[in-house]
């Protein structure tokens, strides 16, 4: 009798086993489905062109001495002229990568003054630089450069990067990743817009705030007791918060099909 109790209640931890490894095995799709739904600017990049992001994202993270990151979310943007793209990447627990999604983005336009090229590397989101939070105002060109109020500017600090206006060379700027007036600038995402910041969309931006998807050293900050005013109090982060952004240049030749060009370019000065 004991043996058959003994017996059954092994059947019962395995199957519970079980089910926790189904429910683990189900939670990457789940948050896939979350960026489908709230995230309304997407692109759908093929599976051969997620690979050779995906390759070029393992590239840029041994360059940083990251090759070996325990599982995270990171934000992986190609700055490539006929591209102009974010993608939301997962580095799973078993060190392989999952997709969560794409959408268009705007980063530095070379030939105008002030205006950089965005700079490619690995950059941390850390409280070194803090984050802070629109105002929604506008500007003297009637620009909410920020976007509308509340919107997150996740700030990844001063870096070098490369004038785009003159006869080039290094400066320093300010990188950061933020939304954009969602009237005047958001419809015209997928270009190079801005003067070295990345413009992302409102509900992408949303996303990564709510579900803390950079979030790693703020959550850990706040779990020792630190008060941070920048997060949302009904935040639900993923269960692997990172802290990477990394930039890379795929050089692309041509527009590929998966991100379209927007409409028609018009001036709009005075926006970072």
């Known amino acids: 009798m004991r043996s058959l109790v003994r017996t059954c209640g092994l059947a019962v931890l395995l199957w519970a086993l079980a089910g926790l490894a189904a429910a683990a095995d189900d939670v990457p799709p789940q948050w896939r489905e979350k960026f489908a739904l709230e995230v309304d600017r997407r692109l759908d990049v093929p599976a051969q062109a997620q690979q050779r992001y995906l390759a070029l994202l393992d590239a840029a993270l041994a ?3 990251l090759a070996d990151l325990p599982a995270q979310t990171l934000v992986l943007v190609d700055r490539s002229v006929q591209v102009q793209a974010a993608f939301v990447v997962l580095r799973t627990p078993e060190r392989g990568w999952f997709w969560l999604g794409a959408s ?3 980063t530095g336009r070379v030939g105008s003054f002030d205006h950089f090229r965005t700079p490619v590397g690995v950059f941390s989101h ?3 630089n803090p984050d802070f939070r629109s105002e929604g105002t506008y500007n003297q060109n009637h620009i909410r450069g920020y976007g509308e109020r509340g919107m997150r500017v996740f ?3 001063w870096t070098q990067a490369e004038r785009g206006w003159g006869a080039g060379g290094q400066s320093t700027m300010r990188l950061q990743m933020h939304a954009t007036d969602p009237d005047t600038l958001e419809p015209r995402l997928g270009r190079p817009e801005s003067k070295g910041c990345i413009r992302i969309a409102a509900t992408l931006n949303v996303f990564l705030d709510r579900y803390g998807v950079l979030d790693a050293d703020y959550e850990q900050a706040l779990a020792r007791g630190r008060s941070l005013w920048v997060m949302l109090a009904d935040r639900t982060p993923v269960p692997w918060p990172g802290r990477y952004l990394v930039i890379v240049d795929s050089q692309a030749t041509e527009r ?4 379209p060009m927007p409409g028609a370019r018009q001036a709009a ?3 970072s």
């Open 63 to 65: 360059d940083a001495g």
């Open 104 to 106: 268009p983005v705007s």
């Open 126 to 128: 850390s409280l070194d």
């Open 155 to 157: 700030d990844f600090g």
């Open 256 to 259: 590929p099909a998966w991100s």
């Open 269 to 271: 000065p005075g926006a």
